[in-house]
């Protein structure tokens, strides 16, 4: 059973669309994370979620909404896609991110190509 | 804001010796951790080392941590080519923010 899983893999779209990409995770776990990573390979913490609520939102362009419809799920939807965007987001969660020693599981990765 | 820093950026190493990453932070921490990342793959968790302790091992992993230095070190004794990897440092900011430095890319050559 994959623990952290995301969908779809691969995205390739045009500048200007509206995408979402999907994370579930069996793991029982508190605290969901969405992360950005560039080509440079730097990892940027875009959204955290506990219980459902959202914990941190960094400075992340407003066309970025994350939706955490139960602890399980949180879901990044993008809308009017910029060439910028292009990178690999990552979901990822941890028991509880709230000053706890805790490992985070990450998903495998949704590579986003706007062209 | 970036918390942990890597250094090397890149290293290259033969099969069988050990290779030494660096880490460096900025603010308090409760613990530090290794994640690996194989090509085009998620991160996965290696170690995690708490405020309160110097060292751990885990395999052939070796983490130390010096809280005066703001600075940990990872070591991969007898590498492996398996061991080609991107390598992080993490830490929590703010109690809820995993914050990942750089990275160091691990290539192990045959």
């Known amino acids: 059973d994959t623990a952290v899983s995301q969908t779809p893999k691969y995205l390739v779209t045009q500048m200007g669309n509206d995408k979402s990409i999907k994370c579930e995770q069996n793991?029982?776990?508190?605290?969901m994370y969405w992360y950005k990573q560039d080509s440079k390979k730097f990892l940027k913490i875009m959204f955290s979620?506990?219980?459902?609520?959202?914990?941190i939102n960094e400075t992340v362009p407003n066309r970025f909404s994350p939706k955490s419809p139960d602890k399980a799920h949180l879901n990044l939807h993008i809308n009017s896609l910029e060439l910028g965007d292009s990178a690999v987001y990552f979901c990822?969660?941890?028991?509880?991110?709230?000053?706890?020693?805790?490992?985070?599981?990450f998903g495998q990765g949704t590579r986003l190509t706007v062209v | 804001s970036q918390q942990g820093e890597e250094d090397p950026q890149a290293l290259s190493i033969q099969e069988g010796e050990n290779a030494t990453m660096n880490c460096s932070y900025k603010?308090?921490?409760?613990?530090l951790q290794w994640y690996r990342q194989n090509s085009g793959r998620g991160l996965v968790h290696l170690i995690l080392?708490?405020?309160?302790?110097r060292e751990k091992h885990s395999g052939r992993l070796r983490v130390t941590l010096d809280t005066s230095k703001k600075s940990s070190s990872l070591l991969i004794t007898a590498s492996r080519a398996a061991d080609t990897a991107s390598y992080f440092c993490?830490?929590?900011?703010?109690?809820?923010?995993?914050?990942f430095g750089a990275g160091t890319i691990l290539r192990v050559k045959s």
């Open positions: 990822a969660s941890s028991q509880d991110g709230i000053g706890q020693n805790t490992e985070a599981f």
């Open positions: 793991l029982g776990h508190d605290t």
């Open positions: 979620y506990n219980n459902k609520e959202l914990i």
């Open positions: 603010t308090s921490i409760n613990n």
């Open positions: 080392i708490r405020s309160n302790e």
């Open positions: 993490a830490t929590f900011e703010y109690g809820n923010k995993l914050v």
